[in-house]
């Protein structure tokens, strides 16, 4: 998904009044400030509670749904082939959320703090952490996408990484 797309998306989804933040390769890059790579997707955490708001305003921009395993996760796909990765997630009073996981009784945690912002094409955009991408591209083996994005959290960031 090139940067024109992911920007078009997060302003359907504002003017749909729809929390979004984005995770992932162009969550990374955002961080980072600059596009590093190529994109497959665009993977957006939401609240779960609007999730009704982002898929009209997904569904009036030509997406259907492609792939269906809420509560985890669920995909769309534009007829141009863009896709969108959707993590839904329970947003708590104190700005912390989780989302269901494989293992329901390991939901993933994500601490009110994760919650940012990254710039892409010098526009402020909602994204995770670095800190939570981290923790998030940990446990698996990593493929060369992974080895270049914590790559590039370390040289931005300075931090460690688990790859």
């Known amino acids: 998904m090139k940067a024109d797309a992911v920007l078009f998306v997060l302003n359907l989804l504002r003017q749909a009044k729809a ?28 609240r779960q509670d609007q999730e009704t708001a982002v898929l009209e305003a997904l569904h009036e921009a030509g997406f259907v749904e492609t792939l269906n395993w ?59 952490s670095a800190e939570q991408q981290v923790s998030f591209h940990q446990g698996y083996e990593p493929s060369e996408r992974d080895l270049h ?7 931005v960031f300075g931090i460690t990484t688990h790859f």
């Open 70 to 128: 809420r509560p985890i996760r669920f995909v769309l796909t534009a007829p141009d082939g863009r896709e969108i990765d959707l993590h839904p997630l329970i947003v708590a009073d104190d700005g912390s959320a989780v989302q269901a996981s494989p293992a329901p009784e390991r939901p993933f945690i994500y601490p009110s703090s994760c919650f940012v912002t990254g710039t892409i094409h010098g526009t402020s955009v909602p994204c995770l």
């Open 149 to 155: 994005d914590m790559a590039h959290l370390r040289r």
């Open 19 to 46: 929390d979004v933040w984005i995770g992932g390769g162009w969550g990374i890059d955002a961080l980072v400030g600059e596009q590093t790579r190529d994109h497959r997707d665009l993977d957006l955490m939401h």
